[in-house]
């Protein structure tokens, strides 16, 4: 569980992705110079595990030795909240169609408030 200002709740993909980013966790501080450089404190997590992750992560990133270009940023990015729980509303294309979604329906479960069609809003 994570805690902080929107009280406590299960660990989302972007903090999991944001921690197999940070070799810190695998015992390694900053060197202040733009690597790192091994740390007194123990790995939190395995660092073969770590390793093989972000060889994953990587190989979805890219195609072909290039860097994904389908990522998309939506008129309403970062701008629009759910009514109904304050959330941040996620963007999904489907059928040439981007709908709406709440966060809290996504991550939590715990809002009822359906998606909706960008088109609506624009």
Known sequence: MTTGTHES???????????????FFIGYIRDGKGGWRK???????????FEEA????????????????DARIYSLSGIVRCAECGSTLRAFSSRGKV???????????????????LETYE
């Open 39 to 49: 740390a007194k404190h123990k790995s939190f997590i395995d660092p073969e595990l």
């Open 54 to 69: 972000n060889k994953i992560r990587e190989k979805r990133i890219t195609s072909k030795g290039t860097i994904r270009s």
């Open 99 to 117: 709908r709406l979604v709440c966060n809290g329906r996504l991550n939590r479960g715990d809002c009822k408030q359906p998606s909706s069609l």
């Open 9 to 23: 709740r299960p660990f989302s993909k972007d903090t999991v992705k944001s921690i197999l980013k940070n070799r």
